[in-house]
């Protein structure tokens, strides 16, 4: 059995990962750690895990948690895990940080989009971007996995295809996102008090959000060039799911089933990842509690643009499921194992 | 492993069965039906079981189902299965109805609650109402389980242990009981219209709900006199989940401890009914995707009179998940098997 | 024109008589005040007014506001009201308090379930419980007004014709009561967090609601006897609305248009008070954005119990509506000035 | 007193029609036409119009309707009004209507995307396209306005100042735009299923939607050269609202002041326009139960783009309040006459 430790337990990707990591078949969860709710029974703060998770919330040295286990999930504000991390830490135990620290490879990109000194720029060269589908080669063997942000994980696997094989105008890549309220998470806040948010939607932090240069990292990766993006989140009124429609103009004009095909070069033989019939769209609904991510896209040949669409549930693959299924790559199990849930419905 | 067919798969209940027994490890589903779909591939209908669940809904005669799996799940509207199900269909394979045509044992109650002719009245000697944690003696060995309606599961479970014990004046019980969107199905109604039950609340039914007549016989049983309540029941603008708030007159002043070792007598072994810590209320979001019923009581000293609240999924507990807890029941298998999900949160 | 000023207007129920009585015909709005947002243009915190309402909020002495006005309407948490105002105030303007320090007019039973001294308990007998529709007379001429809580106006209106005219057994009522969250207000509160309370419904404050002794007291008053309820709160996961299910024992049964015409004696010709048509619940939708009160019942000949259903908008009937009706009345204008909205739908 | 009839008045924007005209102080609502509700009275059908408007819904030919009154408002199907408006019935009253048959100018375009011959298409030339802060002198004494779509009010309004002045390249304009559901009607649907599309976003007729021609044809006219669009409406799990996210790209990079004062030109004294403050950015939560339309942008360096976000309440603005307006120009009243609503919170 995998000895596991999940750190920042209280959040909501925390004990998600509570949930998903007390099922799996190849863990033990040896503690949780939070620490606002120290030495507080978690079920009395998630009172899902009554008579499920009976543990007490405990907090202590990172370097000590590590050496209590073999893998550590960090579920962290930015700035703390990598005020933690060290080369040390890491002799003793893999690490998946939740947390945006080990994300931007660039050091300037991300003093300037967190506006924080990072405490242990010298492990960026060692963490991998935990994108399981298009890493999953890098991933393996790693001490430190930088586990991909919710927005990131829906909008890279949306255009990477399109991105590689380069079918478009790296130039007109437009995100329009669209997530639940999780997203925003537990902390409370004026903007997601619920007759604040409840039956509204807005745009927010408009060409300022900080998955923004994650999501060009990785996109530039694949396109070999670099590629500035316009990112649009959006705050909806519902708990779970991203909805990403994304805009880029076509290089050249081609048929749906064209464009199909190199999905499908990439995608066809992933488990998480569902390119839908053709002339079905993603709906957030059908991925609710699940690993999934379902893609599709429609081409506007009046415009000869393609518009792609892709929906994840935040809280499990933009967050836990993906992080688990990390964990699953580090340790060669089988990538589905303990995340291979049936979405759920309606819900 | 045992062999099912699911009849009736694409409501609410029968396509949350599908999601369980799919993942169930000790069954294999053979075939699901659909009048409505035929020949549609069922993840067409319910796009969460896409690349999960590609077979197309079928339509055969019942007695033809039976013959090919060892247990028929039915979720189908009253009078169907009670019009199809015989002694001779029986002899080949369990059948566990998720319908009303079984629960109801005095026929003339069904006749004038439901305002139809029972077509196998015969039967209702045989079946069983399978409300697992207080039938599972006489579930076993049977080959006909009438599984419970939501609002009685979660209203009988509520009040099962006061009126056994002789705590309450039983002509003083009230269950006002609040459900989701999803208790009403997926046909069509302008009641469940999004924009037309969105952001309001309304009781329905008043003194007049089917389930009245099966929550008075099972608190009759257990009481061993005749039970007359009343219940209310109101829908709620959310997807899932059923609260019960019941009301009752003690028959004499109690302490909270000591009707709670009343509660404890019959549940602290219970592992799908969690008695919540004193003061600590059940919420529907606690259960949401699982197999719970949540309780906790108070008692009101001015007044003389307990009130008793009680959660469940009502698509989990209140349906897919107790007709599978009563297969577990019927094949010797750990209770659990299968159902043993935690609540997911927040969704 | 009526001078009136706003002593807390950066709540819920404070935004919405700045609402109302900026678009009154007969009044104007001299100042708004607000302790949190002092010197904040009034439409940065509530973004509906901008281009409408852009003064900034003030702060001042309670004494030195009442000089520059007619009417003060107060909508601040208890406690503070009761400090501020004396009969100096009074002698300058006339008080329409929207918390609950003048409402129980019996100081122990204040100090019991308010756990506060109340700092003005010589005012009380002056005070009006201003539940318009049954104090109309006692209302005019006087000086300081209780305006009602939300749960009591819509119980009491729901119960009284049962309570004032002896058909009930006055020691059997039971009101459980439905809000949505703008109720809870505009306080950060983890219990109010989106997904803490979205797609979720619990009770809340069982047996323990500061509005029991409110009602109790207002339907004694009826009864001319002393009446102890139980009384159960719970939060519906929508903006507006509460629906009250009442239950009662019927002293003798009684048919359906008897009772009918018990209401209709107090009712009928309320401007504000729908009876609505025989077989037609109450639901919360249709009063929303109105001061519109929704009463019918049921009785159910299997108990002889009597199920009555109230619904209003907490935040316009239940506060900020009543509140201008009492001015309305206070300055001998037509009722219905500036709080004549037709319900809007849907929304 | 303008005498005024409703066709069609049992859909969402008819009942908002009737909610606006009854208390219009220059109106007299005639009649009301349903041909669903045939006979029954209105109220029955919208319970908050118990005891405000207890007339029946009628059904006649609609040149006898428009003998009887000054304005027709008609808001049905497309399809219906085209084969029933004629020059002999334009003689009788002035129409307003609010349905799709007369906004698209090119009839080619028309066929097209409504695969419907038009019956009247010899009227087109006289009906005035009502988006009254752009067109208000043309509208000023016609006989047939057709009334602009909601999705299409909101997208050009947002657009407008920045086509017309050259601002942006007009081939690079995306709109993302977001709805709530009652702007897919009353009308049973398993997509407005209350389970169905709760907790759930995505999108919908991609580059198929029916507005998209009517946004491209006044752009078009504003800018003087043919403009081509990607439109992709999504559907938004609340009741009320739209916001429009729309994106272009800048003919040369400019500050945010200098493309305020573009806005500011325009929409400067329009009581119905709300450029918001610097900074601050619509949510559809503050224009619900009004006329208003919220601006603003963000202008992104990084991409020389433009973000534009405006925000209406789709059935007020975008269907019956402008229909209202429209009225209020046509017969010389002050425009904001009877729809001077400011907007409701929370709600």
Redesign the interface.
Known sequence: MIQVGIVGATG?AG?ELV?LL??HPECQVKYITSRSYIDQRFS?V???????VEDKCIEKEMIELAKEVDVLFIALPHGIASANISKELLKHAKVIDLGADYRIKDIKVYDEWYKTEHKSAELLEEAVYGLCELKRDEIKGKQLIANPGCYTTCSILSLFPLVKEGLIDN?SI?V?A?S???GAG?S???G?????????????K??AHRHTPEIEQELSIAAGEEI???F?P?L??????I?V?A?ANLKKSASYQEVREVFEKYYKDE?FI?L??EG???????????NYC?INF?I?K??N?I?V?GTIDN?FKGAAGQAVQNMNILFNLPEKTGID???????
């Open positions: 909501y004990q949930r007390v099922q009395a998630y009172g899902n895990f009554v008579k499920i130039s437009i329009d669209k639940g309220v999780s537990r409370l806040d004026i997601t008090h619920y007759t604040e948010c409840n039956e509204s939607i807005k745009a927010y408009i060409a500035v993006i316009n649009t959006h909806v009124p519902m708990n779970r799911g909805l429609t805009y488990q569902r839908l019939p079905i769209y993603p709906e957030t609904k059908w991925v609710k509690g699940s379902d429609k506007d009046r415009t643009r518009i669409m809280v849930y049936i979405p759920m419905f309606p819900v």
